[in-house]
Every structure is written in structure tokens, then in C-alpha cells.
């Protein structure tokens, strides 16, 4: 039995969750999300709790399980709190800041970035050189986040770049002269 898959999933106060066989549809505060299930699992709604089970004890059915209970764990907590990520921007004259719907990015290069959100992330910019990333779904906060960072990532000498808040970059010796 998985040992994930198996806890129950609370619903908090405000968040509403309708299953219907293969969707599972969760609103809450801050907004709607929805996600189709395989079918491996069995999804049980009662009043204050979801429930995953397993049809069977086939591979697909073993390794859904804990994968699907985390999902719908990640929908109801983005719907009633919300993720965000932090990004830090290192470097002289590096700085963001965010115009409507674009984030306008200056790395370095010949050219400013301007990256578009996605529909569902909002993005605050504080000091030009911290970067919050915010939403509800977490795997859309997490690939935007990643797609910022990937424009100038952190260079091993200097740390030069766009790296996550909580991100160690491991610093190398530079040049040394010999004579």
C-alpha cells in the first residue's frame, strides 16, 4: 500500500470538490482547477475528505496511486492558499519589471527579454532583482519559474544570473597565473 496514497486529503472551509468518473474539478477562493484521472484509482468524496484507493494491484494501479492523491492534494492547497516561487537576479545592471501581462527582463544581452505569462500566473517584482512567481496551479508556477530561470541562468564564477531563492550555487576557482 502506498504510503502517500493512502492519506486522506482535507477539504478546507470555502473549497468545493466535484468528481464526476474521469475529471475531478476542485474551486476554492482563489479560483477553479481540473484534471483528468486515470484509470487506475478510485477517487471517494465525502463531506470533509478525498480518499484514493486502487483498483487493483496491477504496476499502472501501484505507481497512480500516490501520484494521484499528491495531485489532488496540490489542487485543493492552490485553490485555497496558492504557490509561489522566488527568483533572485544577480548581476550589474541585470533587473526585471512587469508591464501589464509581460515581465521585461535586462541579463545582459544585446536585447531586452520580454516574456509573456501564461494565463493563471501573476508575477511581482520587487527592488528589480527579486522575482515572485505566483499562482494556483503548481505545475504552471514551477514551469514558468523554470522558463525565467533558464533566460540567464547562474554562472559558476561570478553567480552571475537568475537563480531560485533558496538555490546554493556551487563556486568555482577562477584563473590562477603562473609564472
Same mark, same amino acid.
Given at each position: 500500500m502506498s504510503r !502517500?496514497?493512502?492519506l486522506p486529503i482535507a477539504i478546507p472551509a #470555502?473549497?468545493?470538490?466535484?468528481?464526476?468518473?474521469p475529471e475531478i474539478k476542485v474551486e476554492g477562493p482563489k479560483g477553479k482547477l481540473a484534471r483528468v484521472i486515470g484509470d487506475g484509482v478510485t477517487i471517494d468524496v465525502t463531506g470533509e475528505a478525498v480518499t484514493v484507493t486502487r483498483k487493483d494491484d496491477?504496476?499502472?494501479?501501484?505507481?497512480?496511486?500516490?501520484?494521484t492523491r499528491?495531485? !489532488?492534494n496540490n489542487m485543493v492547497l492552490g485553490v485555497?492558499? #496558492?504557490?509561489?516561487?522566488?527568483?533572485?537576479?544577480?548581476?550589474?545592471?541585470?533587473r526585471a519589471e512587469v508591464k501589464g501581462n509581460v515581465l521585461n527582463l535586462a541579463?545582459?544581452?544585446?536585447?531586452?527579454?520580454?516574456?509573456?505569462?501564461?494565463?493563471?500566473?501573476s508575477v511581482e517584482v520587487e527592488k528589480m532583482t527579486k522575482v515572485k512567481v505566483m499562482g494556483i496551479d503548481k505545475e504552471l508556477v514551477g514551469q514558468t519559474a523554470a522558463k525565467i530561470r533558464d533566460f540567464r541562468?547562474?554562472?559558476?564564477?561570478?553567480?552571475?544570473g537568475i537563480k531560485y531563492a533558496d538555490e546554493t550555487i556551487?563556486?568555482?576557482?577562477?584563473?590562477t597565473g603562473k609564472k
Open positions: !502517500i496514497g493512502k #470555502g473549497v468545493k470538490v466535484i468528481y464526476n468518473a496491477t504496476i499502472k494501479s501501484r505507481s497512480a496511486h500516490g501520484l499528491t495531485l !489532488i485555497s492558499k #496558492g504557490f509561489e516561487t522566488l527568483l533572485e537576479i544577480n548581476g550589474v545592471g541585470y541579463l545582459g544581452y544585446s536585447h531586452p527579454i520580454n516574456f509573456e505569462l501564461p494565463a493563471g500566473i541562468g547562474p554562472e559558476p564564477y561570478k553567480g552571475k556551487l563556486r568555482k576557482a577562477g584563473k
